[in-house]
């Protein structure tokens, strides 16, 4: 079964100090894993992609490493800022069917505290 | 212009109610999508149009029924809702199908009472 879990639940830190956050994936055959930024009520934001080739990747504050041997890739957030405060979603496509679908994990809610 | 747009944003309506929450992109995207997303879990898939033609519905129940008018348009017409639809509905579209990014709208809250 394809399956997305991420750790830990939730998180608070302080602002200034860094965090990482994990997912652990069975998806197959995979096809991408991307992690999404939510604010609480809005949509979904991209911050990341990487294919099966890639290792990690950044983007400002955020670096996101891939393991494909492992099924592992975490999210790394340096210099937390308030506005960090969201959910974080690691999500992974799958090709079934014709059909590239996203498996979504149940997120990680980071709580950044002044 | 890199946004999806939904109207409205909020929505309360009784179970014998008819309405519509509206989703639109000006990105030239020719895949969109709707999901259903309940309090403190993930997004779930309940269509895909691809083309202006649907190509994936996520066995979801009659009483939600979706619409493409037009490569940037995207409806989905409610009837006769129940309570446990109450959720954020979330529009998203990408540029050709799921093999690439997809970008989300602000989502519509939807209450059923």
């Known amino acids: 079964k394809n399956q997305v879990e991420q750790s830990p639940q939730s998180l608070i830190i302080l602002e200034g100090k860094n965090c990482t956050l994990q997912?652990?994936?069975?998806?197959?055959?995979?096809?991408?894993l991307r992690w999404y930024k939510q604010d609480t009520g809005r949509g979904p934001v991209s911050l990341t992609i990487?294919?099966?080739?890639?290792n990690t990747k950044s983007n400002g504050r955020y670096t996101a490493t891939l393991d494909a041997d492992t099924k592992q890739s975490s999210l790394h957030i340096t210099a937390s800022q308030l506005s960090d405060s969201a959910s974080y979603i690691c999500?992974?496509?799958?090709?079934?069917?014709?059909?590239?679908?996203?498996?979504f994990g149940a997120g990680t809610r980071l709580a950044v505290h002044p | 212009d890199t946004e999806v747009t939904q109207t409205p944003k909020h929505l309360v309506m009784g179970m014998t109610n008819k309405k519509s929450l509206k989703c639109e992109q000006h990105m030239g995207h020719r895949a969109m999508y709707w999901y259903k997303q309940k309090a403190k879990k993930p997004p779930e898939l309940m269509f895909v149009?691809?083309?202006?033609?649907?190509?994936i519905n996520e066995s979801v129940p009659s009483r939600f029924s979706p619409e493409c008018p037009n490569s940037s348009l995207l409806n989905l017409h409610l009837h006769a809702l129940q309570p446990e639809d109450s959720a954020l509905y979330l529009c998203a579209s990408s540029s050709r199908d799921s093999t690439d990014t997809q970008y989300f709208g602000p989502g519509t809250r939807l209450t059923v009472l």
């Open positions: 999500v992974v496509s799958a090709f079934s069917g014709g059909y590239n679908k996203l498996i």
């Open positions: 149009y691809s083309y202006e033609k649907l190509s």
């Open positions: 997912c652990n994936y069975t998806v197959s055959p995979f096809s991408n």
């Open positions: 990487m294919t099966f080739s890639e």
